[in-house]
C-alpha cells in the first residue's frame, strides 16, 4: 500500500492510537507516526516498546507539519487539546478525531479549528476492555466499522482520503450525521455500558454475603458484563457526559421495559415471558447474518480458552 | 477411564444432555447411555446423528434399568417428569437434574422419589447460546463449576460416585445448600440474563427508528447481550418463574443503583461515575485470576474470528 499522509500525529497515546499506529506501519500508509501523550509515563512506555516512530514531549512539536492530526484522548478533553493545538497546525492539515460521542466533540472542537484545516469527527467501533500504550494490536480494526461524521462544508476530498487511510487499517467507512451517530451509539454501545456497569456494581455491593462466589460462578452470564464493564472508566465517565440526553432517554425505555419483565415474573405470567425472550433471539441471528460477531457457541471461548480433557485417573 | 454407571438415562436431549452424552462416551464413563425426548422430532434427530447409543421412546423405557437417570428439562417440567418415571426407577439408582434453580426442583421433583432411589440435584455452570440436540459438544463442562445441592441425609457414597463421573467430564464439583445456590445464581446469572432481555428488547422496539443500524454497529458492546438474550426461552421463562423470589431481589438492587449512575448522569456528577466504573473494573480482575475467564482482549474475538488485513490495492 502506498503512504496516504506523510506525517501523523497522535495526540494520546491509549488503546485507539496505538492500535492506529500499528496498523499504519504494518500497511505502509504513514510516512512518520509521532505520538504524544499528557503522562510522561505514557510517553517513555510508548518510547520503550516503539510504538510511534517517535515520541513528542508536547503537543506543538506533536503537531508540528503534520498532514493528520489525530484526537485520541477523553471525550471531555479534546475541546482544551483543539484549542491548544490550533495555532500549530499545517495548512491544508486534517484533523480527525476517535471519539465515542460526535456532536460534543464537534461543538468543542470545531469553533478552534482554523480556516485552512480540515476537520473530519470520526468514530471506531473497536475496541478491547484493556487501556493504556501496552494495549494496542495493528488488527484491531479489521473488519469494523469506522464512522465519519463531516459536516456538509467538508472536503469530499479529504474525505476520500482519510477514508483511505482507514480502510487501509482494515475497516469499513461509513458516512454519518452526528445527532444520529449519538442516538445509535446510545442503543449499540452507551446504555448496554452503564447497565454493564451497573449489575458489576450490584454484585460488588453483595460481596460480604456470597463472597468470591460471584467471582467463582461468574461463567453463567455474569462474566460477559464485568468484562464490558473493565473498561476505561474516564472514557466512559466522559460517554455518558458528552452524550447525555440520548443516553437518559434510552435509559428511560430501559427502565420502562424492565419493569414490564419485573412484573411478568412477579405475576408469573410465563407466556409474556417467553415471547419476549423468543423475539430478542432474532436479533442475534440478525448480527451474526451481518458478520458483526461469530456464530461459534460463547464466542468460540469454550473451545480456546480450556484445557482438554484431565488425562485418565485409573 | 473406567465405566462409573452401566447404564445411564438422559430425559431431555438439548445442548446439556447432549454435551454429556458425548463426554461420558468420549471418556469411557458410562456402559450404555440411552436418550429420551418428548419432541419426536428431537429424538429422530438424535437417532440419525448417534448423540446417545439408544433412543427411547417412552420415558418408562428411557429410564428401566438405568443406574443413573439425568432431567435435562427446564426446570418447570421436572415435577411432572419425575411422577411419570418414578414407578419405573430401578432400585439403588441414582436421580440427579441439570436444573439452572434448586430450591424449585428440589420442592417438585423430591416427593416423587420413591425411598430406595438416591436423588442429588445438580447444576452445570456451564452452557452456549445454542439449543437443541445438534448444540452439544464433549468438553462443554471442561474447567467449569458443576454445583451439587444434595440434602442432609443424601448418601456419601452416592454423592461421591456422581462427582466423580462428573469429574471424568472435565468439570468441577462443589457442594452447595440449594437456597444459596438460588440466590448466587440469581447473581451470576439469572438476572444479568434479563437485563440482557431487556436491552435487546428495548433495541429491537428502536428497529422503525434506527433500522438496521443496531445490528450494523453492534459490535459496540451491545452484541455481548445478544449473545446472553439468544439463549433458550423456554428454559428461561422458567428459571425467571421458579427462582421468582431471588430474581425479584436482586433486580431490586439493581433498578436502584441504576437510578442512582441515572442520577450522576443528569446531575453532570462526573467524579461518582469515574469511581464507580474504577471499582467495576476489580472485579474482573477477579474472574481472570479465579480462571473463569480469558483475559485475551474482547475474549480472544478480534484476532479468532476477523479475516486477515485485505491486500494492497494498489
Redesign the interface.
Known sequence: ??VIYDRVALVGLGLIAGSMSL?MR??GLAGEVVGYARSADTRRIAQEIGLVDRVADDLAEAVAGADLVVLAVPV?AMGAIAAQIAPHLKPGAVVTDVG?VKQAVVEAVAPHIPQDVHFIPGHP??????SGPR?G????F????W?LTPDEGADPEQVARLTRLI????ASVEIMDAARHD???A????????????????????KR??Q????????????????????D??M???V??QN?EA??D??G???E???V??RA??M?D?EH??E??????A?????IE?G???A???????????????P???
Do not use: C
Not at 467501533?125 to 484493556?130: R, V
Not at 479489521?142 to 466499522?145: D, I, L, P, Q, Y
Not at 442503543?187 to 453483595?206: E, F, K, Q, R
Not at 419476549?276 to 433471539?281: A, G, K, L, N
Open positions: 500500500m502506498s496498523a504494518e500497511n471531555g465515542s467501533l473497536a475496541g478491547t476492555e484493556h494495549s494490536f495493528a488488527t484491531l479489521v473488519n469494523r466499522w464512522l480502510r487501509g487499517m482494515g442516538l445509535v451509539l442503543v449499540t454501545s452507551h446504555t448496554p455500558h452503564l447497565i454493564a456497569y451497573t449489575m458489576v456494581g450490584v454484585a460488588d455491593h453483595l454475603v456470597t468470591s462466589e460471584v467471582v467463582k460462578y461468574s461463567a453463567a452470564g455474569f462474566r460477559d458484563f464485568t468484562r464490558i464493564a473493565a473498561s472508566p474516564v466512559w465517565r466522559d455518558f457526559l447525555k443516553v437518559l434510552i435509559l425505555r430501559f427502565a421495559e424492565l419493569f419483565l419485573q415474573i412477579r408469573e410465563g415471558l417467553q419476549y425472550f423468543t423475539r430478542t433471539r436479533i442475534r441471528r440478525g448480527i451481518a458483526q460477531d461469530t461459534a457457541p460463547d464466542f468460540g471461548r469454550s473451545s480456546a480458552a480450556e484445557k482438554p480433557l484431565a485418565p485417573e485409573e
